[in-house]
């Protein structure tokens, strides 16, 4: 392939690689079902750990699709909501007695305590699609690293679709629920999930700001 070509297909990745951004507001129209599975197949594209689950005689990657205002997404919603709670309540109660923590997880604290207060999950009903992906957990469990490799797969082809795309980390804590697992179809604890919110984006956000590569990166001898 001529030089040429390969400048053109990097200047087409990088764009879609600046452009990747989070996105958390998004309008009420829904993305063609078409786009959703153009987005599930670049998930499935995505690198997987052979060793930990390449035994299986049955596809280990699923993927779910919940449309918002669907009673399966109206199931789910509360179930999220109660772990958000519990993890909220159970890092209140580490952080009272260790100060270590309580430094650490401040952040993190803070944002479920006020997801408590709005009653809302962000990404999970607050876009037209929630996504949940499920990957059989395999030994050793690098469930979550596979899967975050196929969220960056789905991330990247919702920005080249124009779509807006924002991670829903709190779906990996459902994993252990059975009535959320039930919905899915799923054995609980037999699977790791991650799950993302995709959309069409409310606001036009700049391309990543990230320092320069000299910064952040040593060559050894
Ligand atoms: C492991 C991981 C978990 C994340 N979880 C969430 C999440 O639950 N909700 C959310 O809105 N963003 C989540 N994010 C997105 C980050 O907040 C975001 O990527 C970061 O702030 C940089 O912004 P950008 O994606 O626009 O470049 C997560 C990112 C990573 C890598």
Not at 11 to 33: G, K, M, N, T, W
Not at 46 to 68: E, H, K, L, M, Q
Not at 128 to 148: C, D, I, M, N
Request: aromatic share 8%.
């Amino acid at each position: 392939m001529c030089t040429d070509v390969f400048e053109q297909r990097n200047v087409a990745l990088d764009q879609i690689l600046a452009e990747r951004r989070s996105h958390r507001v998004f309008r009420p129209e829904y993305p063609s079902e078409y786009e959703i599975h153009r987005i599930i197949h670049a998930g499935l594209l995505a690198p997987f750990a052979a060793a930990a689950v390449g035994t299986s005689t049955d596809y280990f990657r699923r993927f779910f699709v919940f449309r918002r205002g669907s009673k399966s997404l109206d199931a789910a919603i509360p179930l999220v909501k109660v772990q958000a709670e519990r993890m909220a309540d159970e890092l209140a109660e580490g952080m009272k007695n260790n100060p270590g923590l309580r430094q650490k997880a401040m952040m993190l604290a803070n944002r479920l305590e006020q997801i408590r207060k709005i009653g809302v999950v962000p990404g999970v009903g607050t876009a037209p699609f929630f996504l949940v992906v499920t990957e059989k957990r395999g030994f050793p469990p690098v469930g979550p690293q596979s899967l975050a490799h196929c969220m960056e797969n789905m991330w990247l082809k919702a920005t080249a679709l124009g779509l807006g795309f924002q991670l829903v980390s709190i779906t990996a804590q459902m994993a252990d629920d059975p009535a959320f697992c039930t919905i899915l179809g799923i054995e609980p604890g037999a699977w790791d999930l991650m799950g993302c919110a995709v959309g069409y984006s409310e606001d036009e956000l700049s391309p990543s700001i990230r320092p320069p590569v000299e910064d952040v990166t040593r060559w050894l001898d």
